[in-house]
């Protein structure tokens, strides 16, 4: 179920970002960045719930991910 939430908040985002939306709660935001704040605070909030050490994750696939060639470039 809360996977299905995070898909649904990236999905928002998404369309949000296709039609160049401001967000309707934060009319001073895009939709896309604040759609993608609440996919990260649902990620975080699983991840917390099941114990996940989600941030020393991210931070080592990242390490791993600057040993890997990048197919396009640079990813940010």
């Known amino acids: 179920n809360k996977l299905a939430l ?3 908040e990236v999905s928002e985002a998404l369309e949000g970002d296709r039609k160049s939306k401001m ?3 934060l009319p001073h935001r895009q939709a896309r960045e604040v ?3 609440d996919a ?16 020393e994750a991210l ?7 600057q040993t890997r060639p990048h197919k396009h470039g640079k990813v940010f």
Request: hydrophobic content about 45%; overall charge negative; aromatic content about 6%.
């Open 40 to 55: 990260i605070i649902r990620i975080f909030d699983l991840a917390g719930g099941m114990h996940l050490q989600l941030v």
């Open 35 to 37: 759609e993608l704040a």
């Open 6 to 8: 995070i898909h649904s």
């Open 59 to 65: 931070l080592a696939k990242h390490e791993y991910n």
């Open 23 to 25: 967000d309707d709660h």
